[in-house]
């Protein structure tokens, strides 16, 4: 993360992490090294949060406290979590199936000059 992202101003979720970083940074300089990895950003924190609250999820439903969230905070900043970006989905093409070729059943040929055929 840049410096410059941790002075911007944020609304919602992402205030909130920002001002637990900022202040955790005040508090343990060696905080700030892992924070300021250039992988490591606001949004992918937030991601990272939100999917270990869908991760405990129970019918799509998560009730998870403060200090589990700061926790999830630390643990983003502090591990070397492998930043996989999402692979691209594979898009499934539907089968084409091509209509089979129609037989024309032709007449048979008649001449004009054979009668008797």
């Known amino acids: 993360m840049k410096q410059e992202e941790l002075k911007k101003e ?15 940074i005040s508090n343990d300089k060696s905080f700030e090294e892992n924070v300021l990895k250039e992988v490591k950003t606001v949004k992918r924190c937030a991601d990272y949060i939100n999917g270990k609250a869908k991760e405990q999820a129970v019918d799509g439903v998560a009730c998870v406290n ?3 969230v700061y926790n999830w905070i630390n643990e983003y900043f502090t ?3 492998a930043e996989k970006k999402p692979e691209p989905k594979k898009e499934e093409k539907p089968e084409i199936i091509k209509p089979k070729k ?3 059943k032709t007449a048979p040929e008649i001449n004009l000059f054979n009668f008797n055929e």
């Not at 992402?14 to 955790?24: A, F, G, L, P, S």
Request: aromatic share 12%; glycine share 4%; no cysteine.
């Open 66 to 68: 403060d200090e589990e």
């Open 102 to 104: 129609k037989v024309k």
């Open 10 to 24: 944020y609304k919602g979720f992402e205030k909130i992490i920002v001002d637990y970083v900022n202040e955790k």
């Open 79 to 81: 591990t070397d979590l």
